[in-house]
């Protein structure tokens, strides 16, 4: 948690797609909810930190698409039994690390912000990333503007995530308190960005985030 959370502090993303498959190969209930739930504050933090560069319309449109893409995922879930999750995030880990590595550009435009918002939607409701297809969509932008943009749909969309899974019984007492054991981890790595930001090249920690969730999904995937 606390690499993952100084990888998304400094650039934008990561925190997700490096922390999940890791997680989840240690015990399957930490994601997605715990996750999301201990990122929260993070995810505020960058928003707030890059709050004079977001657009507001753009994080408007990919909110809609985000609120049924949650939807969708979260009644999903009502049909995978348990035994199964394992191999079903395993398989979303690999899509995402796919979608990653297309490196597709798109541009913000409504139908492109609505079917990145939806598909983050429903990616994160069941897995947690959200990260790479409003990535695909946003990333146009110079590097602070894209984390800043970033930053402010996932601090909306873990939340929202968060609340679709409640109804489908996939977070209460149990996830609250597993978040909560996550989150001095997600405050240390908030620490270490800078240092981070200062010492990492991007497109290698970018190879090394993919290669990392390839090689989890897969084992998930497997198992």
Request: aromatic fraction near 6%.
């Amino acid at each position: 948690m606390a690499a993952g959370s100084a990888l998304q502090a400094a650039f934008g993303m990561g925190l997700a797609l490096f922390v999940v498959p890791l997680l989840a190969l240690l015990d399957v209930r930490l994601v997605p909810g715990p996750m999301l739930f201990a990122s929260i504050g993070l995810c505020f933090a960058m928003a707030h930190a890059g709050r004079k560069k977001i657009r507001g319309p753009e994080i408007g449109m990919a909110t809609i698409g985000l609120l049924g893409g949650t939807a969708i995922g979260a009644a999903a879930l009502l049909f995978i039994p348990s035994d199964a999750l394992p191999r079903v995030f395993g398989a979303l880990i690999v899509a995402a690390v796919l979608v990653s590595v297309l490196g597709v550009t798109l541009r913000a435009t409504a139908p492109a912000l609505l079917g990145g918002g939806t598909a983050a939607g429903i990616m994160g409701v069941m897995v947690g990333i959200h990260g790479p297809p409003v990535a695909l969509v946003f990333q146009h932008d110079e590097p602070d503007r894209t984390r800043a943009m970033l930053g402010a749909f996932f601090a909306l969309a873990y939340p929202i995530s968060i609340l679709g899974m409640m109804p489908a019984g996939f977070f209460g007492l149990t996830e609250l308190a597993l978040g909560v054991a996550l989150m001095p981890g997600v405050a240390l790595g908030y620490a270490l960005a800078p240092l981070v930001a200062r010492r990492i090249d991007r497109n290698r920690m970018r190879i090394g985030i993919l290669a990392i969730s390839a090689a989890s999904g897969l084992m998930l995937l497997l198992r």
